[in-house]
C-alpha cells in the first residue's frame, strides 16, 4: 500500500515537472523572437538531416546488399556446376553415397579459399522417394540446418530446376539444436539453393553467404550520419542564434526604448552602429521618436493654453454672469407688469441665464478634471441615503414636468463605500435627469445592491433607448442621442461626461447600456475601500426586463417610489 502510493507521488511530481517544462517552453515561444528562430531551424534541421541521413544509408543499404547477391549468385552458380559435374560422373556412380556426398561438401568448401566466405547445406528434400540409395544424409559445413527455413525448403521441391535464394537468420551449431533468437550470436545472411540429382534420387544443395561485413559496414555509415547528424545540428543552432541575436538585438532596443517612450521620456533614442539596413531603422526610429516628441509637447502646451482660456474665460464671466443674473432675475419677478411678449422675453432670459450659469460651473468643473486637480475627499457613506436624498430632491421636477415617478430597488442592509459624497450625488442627479430627458413619462427604476468589494447603483429608464455603439458615445462631451429632440430640461450635453469623471476619480466605472425602444440603464460601480480596483459589480449591466415597456407613469399625486418604501410596502418593480 505504501509502495503504491509513493509510485502514484512520484508520478504526480514527474507529471508537474513535464507541466511545468511544457508551459516555460509555449512562454518562450510566445515571447522571445531568438527562442523561435533558434527553435524553428533547430526542428527543421533535424528534420532535414533525417531526411537526407535516411536516404544515404538506404543507397548505401541497397547497394551493398545488391552488390553482395550478385556476387553471392555467380559464386553460387559455380559451385552448382561443380557439384552436378561431380554427381554426374562416372566415378560417382560406383562410389558409396555417404562418401560422395562428403566429399562433395569438402571440394565446395575448398574452392571458397576462405572458411568466412559461404556455408554449406546438403540436405534431402522433404518427403523424398524411397528408391533413393541408402547412406544419404545431411552434410553441412560450420552452418546449422536451422538456418534454412521451410519456406525455402518447400519453395525448392516445387521448383527442382530453378535457382532460390532468400535472406535468413545465421545459425551456428549443431544440427539437432534449435537456433537462438534470430541475431543474438550471428547475423544476417543470404542463402541460395539448387537441387541436384544423384541416381534415382535428389539433393538441395545450399550456399549460405553471411553478410556481416554488410552489415557492419551499413551500422557504421548509420553511426557516422547520427554522429555528423548532431554535429551539424548544434552547428545550425549556434549559426542561427548567431544570425538572429544579432537582427533580433536592435528590435529588443527598440521595443526598450518605445516602452520608454510609451512611459514618458521622450529623450530616449536608439544606438546608431553603421549604415547597413539595421542602422537606417536605427535612424528613421529615432527621427520618428523625435518627431513624435515634438507633436506632444506641442500638444501638451496647446492642451494647457487650451485648459488656462477655459478656466480664466469661467472665472472671468463669474463678474458679468452675476450682474446679467440679478438683473434677469428682477425682469422674472416683475414679468407680470409686462406686456405678455416682454413677460415672455424675460422668462425665456431668466432660462437661458440659467443654463449659462450651468454650463460655466461645469466648464469650470471639466478643466479641473483636465488639469488634473480634481480631489477626492472620501468618507464612509451608505449610498442608499444618498439615492433617498437625490431623488428626494428631484421628484418635484420629475412629477410635475416630466410626469414621471421614481421606482427604488434598495437592498435591507447598508450599502457603505468610501465616497465623496458630493461627487456620488452629483453622477446620480446627472443620470435621474438624463433618465427623465428620454423615459419618455415612464417610470424611472433606480437599483442599489452590494458585494463584499463594490457597491453599484443602476437607473433604468424604459425610453428611446440607445442605437448600437452609442452607449460609449453617450459620456462624450456635448453629445446627443437624438439631435433633432428639443431640450426640456436644459442640460448642458457636459453631466454624463463630469460623471464618468467622477467616477474613475474614485476608482469605479460608468457604464451603459441601450436598445432602441427598450430603454437604457447607467450603473455605477464603485470599491467599498478608496483605492481598490474592481473587477467584479454588483449589479448586470444588461437589466433583466430588457424587453419589458412598462405604461406611462400614472398622473401627478399618486404614490411614489419613496412613498412606498416608507410605507414599507417595498419596490414596485
Known sequence: MYGTAAAAGALRRIWAGVRLGIRRVLRAWRRSLLFRVVAGTLVLSVLVLV??????????????VDAKVATSLARAEVGFESARTQLTSEQASSADVGQLLTQVVTDL???????????????????????????????????????????LVQALSERPE???????????????????EPGRDAGPGLAVGKQLRLGTGSYQLYFVFPLTEEAETISLVRGRL?????????????????????VVRPVQSAAKVAERLAAGRLAERMTEKGEDELARLASSFNEMASALARQIRQLEDLSRLQRRFVSDVSHELRTPLTTIRMAADVLHSARED????????????????????????????????????????????????????????????ATEQYSTRFRLDLPDTECIAEVDTRRIERIVRNLLFNALEHGEGRDVLVRVAADETAVALAVRDYGVGLRPGEASLAF????????????????TGLGLSISRED?????????????????????????RIAGTVLTTSPLPLEPPDRHVVPPLSPAPGAETGEDLQRAGRGPDV
Open 503 to 527: 467616477a474613475r476619480l474614485h476608482g469605479g466605472w460608468l457604464q451603459a447600456w441601450g436598445e432602441p425602444r427598450a430603454g437604457a440603464q447607467f450603473r455605477l460601480t464603485v470599491p
Open 226 to 246: 547520427i554522429l555528423g547528424g548532431a554535429a551539424m545540428t548544434l552547428l545550425l543552432a549556434a549559426i542561427a542564434y548567431l544570425v538572429a541575436r544579432s
Open 109 to 151: 568448401r575448398n574452392q571458397a579459399g576462405r572458411t568466412d566466405l559461404y556455408e554449406i547445406v546438403l540436405m534431402p528434400p522433404p518427403a523424398t522417394d524411397t528408391s533413393t540409395p541408402a547412406g544419404r544424409g545431411l552434410r553441412t559445413t560450420n552452418i546449422n540446418v536451422n538456418t534454412i527455413p521451410d519456406e
Open 338 to 397: 409686462f406686456a405678455p411678449p416682454v413677460a415672455r422675453s424675460a422668462e425665456l432670459m431668466h432660462t437661458q441665464v440659467e443654463r449659462f450659469e450651468a454650463m460655466l460651473t461645469e466648464l469650470l468643473e471639466i478643466s479641473r478634471f483636465d488639469a488634473g486637480a480634481a480631489v477626492l475627499e472620501p468618507d464612509p457613506v451608505d449610498l442608499r441615503d444618498v439615492v433617498r436624498r437625490v431623488v428626494e430632491a428631484v421628484e418635484p421636477i
Open 51 to 64: 531526411l537526407v541521413g535516411q536516404l544515404v544509408l538506404t543507397g548505401v543499404r541497397d547497394g551493398l
Open 162 to 180: 530453378q535457382t532460390i535464394s532468400r535472406f535468413v537468420a545465421l545459425c551456428y551449431g549443431e544440427p539437432g539444436e534449435p537456433c537462438p
Open 476 to 491: 462624450n462631451r456635448f453629445w446627443r442621442a437624438d439631435p433633432s429632440r428639443a431640450r426640456r430640461s436644459g442640460g
